[in-house]
């Protein structure tokens, strides 16, 4: 956790935000300052005031009941003008080097831009207007979720990126269950001949290999002893053979291969006809973040009659010991798979004002884009529209770019 801090706090001092309306550079009036770094005069419509000499135009952008659009002012001495008295257009140069031009036509007492501003709002801009045979122009950067994070610091941060394309999206239905041992993985080990134990060598945890010696059995038969080996290589777990005791047809010795466990869940009857054989499986803890992907193997023939549940086994293989027999697990299997044009990695949705979004990455700047989701599943999530196919985003510790754009103070600002 300490290290994930400073990476994060690293990563932070390299990734300053460039919020909406951050940089001016539009022209002061004789004798005025020029703003600092985002900081611009407003207008009376609270939007940005661009002035050349006595002649301004002030910027907004209004969404209020309708989908955002550009309304511009103009005034001259401060005091408002006919908009039909003015032609204007307004320029914008997106991060990815998408360009768009939006005209104006007169209404009420403002230029109402004839396109939709689509999201993000985050863009150069250039504003031309001309009004009594002058022409004036003015540039400034409006940026919002903007953040430039170099790759050195992503990588140290654990950034991971992926392309927006095509996927196989499927719908998930959570099961519980527990870790058992595989029953083709353990094996009973008994007497060849009846007769007393006169020696056991192997108590329940040893580790034997195969061919170890486990006892010895005096036959009844013929009064000679011999010996039981391990017939496999695992872990004692059950021994039931003392000195003195009779060997019969019981198991003396189970020995079960502890590499090999399943998980077995319980499915009840409202998800029986969604869940079924060969169908994957991702399988964690309850608690941790450990998690190992698997399908489901096949069925218990009968079903439990209280819960009238039917028990599902996917193999689970330990080769480091990790599960152990009886831990509860959490599997999420994916069902209904389907083919979308557009897909993005579901770790990679963040929230970001009333948007889901991703974040796209260009060059060592990423920057927010908001979706419309479609079918969402454990892995990946159907986008239908918010960005483009063959577009890199972050997936993997996305929410480091989010809490970095957040602690900056981004606004949705023009």
């Keep these: 956790m300490m290290r994930r801090s400073h990476i994060l706090a690293a990563v932070l001092l390299c990734a300053p935000l460039m919020a909406c ?18 900081e611009y005069e407003r207008g009376p419509h609270n939007g940005r005031m661009l002035r050349d000499g006595d002649f301004a135009i002030e910027v907004t952008v209004f969404e209020d009941g309708v989908p955002p659009e550009y309304r511009l002012y103009a005034y001259r001495g401060d005091k408002p003008l006919d908009p039909a ?11 990815d080097g998408e360009k768009t031009t939006f005209a104006f036509k007169p209404q009420d007492d403002f230029l109402r831009g004839q396109s939709v501003l689509v999201e993000p709002h985050s863009f150069d801009v250039t504003v031309v207007a001309n009004e009594g045979g002058k022409q004036h122009k003015w540039s400034f950067a409006s940026y919002e979720g903007r953040a430039v994070i170099s790759d050195a610091a992503a990588k140290a941060a654990g950034i991971k990126t992926e392309t ?10 959570e099961i519980i269950g527990r870790v058992e041992l595989d029953p083709a993985g353990s094996a ?24 170890t010696l486990l006892a010895k059995v005096e036959s009844s038969y013929s009064l000679q002893t011999y010996a039981i080996y391990a017939p496999i290589s695992g872990v004692i777990s059950q021994r ?17 291969d502890p590499s090999r466990t399943v998980a077995t869940f319980p499915i009840f009857p409202r998800d029986i006809e969604r869940v079924r054989p060969g169908q994957s499986v991702t399988i964690r803890g309850l608690e941790g973040e450990r998690a190992q992907a698997s399908t489901i193997r096949d069925f218990l023939p009968l079903a439990e009659v209280t819960s009238q549940t039917v028990t599902a086994r996917a193999a689970l293989p330990n080769r480091d010991g990790f599960w152990r027999p009886g831990m509860a697990v959490r599997g999420m299997v994916t069902t209904d798979q389907r083919t979308v044009p557009l897909a993005v990695r579901t770790e990679a949705i963040q ?3 009333d948007f889901r979004v991703v974040f796209a990455k260009i060059g ?4 927010v884009r908001m979706l419309e989701l479609g079918k969402e599943g454990p892995e990946w999530t159907e986008v ?24 900056s103070g981004a606004s949705h600002d023009h």
Excluded: C, H, W
């Excluded at 927006?164 to 239905?173: D, L, M, R, T």
């Excluded at 039931?240 to 079960?256: D, H, Q, R, T």
């Excluded at 060592?364 to 920057?367: D, G, L, Q």
């Design 21 to 38: 309306g951050g940089t001016s550079e539009t022209k002061p009036a004789e004798g005025e300052e020029a703003p600092a770094a985002a």
């Design 85 to 95: 008295s003015v032609t204007a257009q307004v320029m914008i140069a997106r991060l």
């Design 240 to 256: 039931n053979a003392n000195v003195g005791s009779i060997a019969g047809g019981e198991p003396l010795f189970v020995i079960a």
């Design 188 to 211: 009973e080990v008994g007497a060849k001949y009846p007769g007393p134990v006169v020696a056991v060598y192997r108590n329940v945890g040893d580790r034997v290999a195969r061919g």
């Design 164 to 173: 927006v394309g095509p996927q196989q999206v499927g719908e998930a239905v």
């Design 364 to 367: 060592e700047t990423y920057e």
């Design 384 to 407: 239908l529209s918010g960005i483009k196919p063959g577009t890199v985003y972050a997936t993997t510790n996305s929410y480091i770019i989010k809490a970095d754009i957040e602690k």
């Design 351 to 353: 929230q970001f004002r």
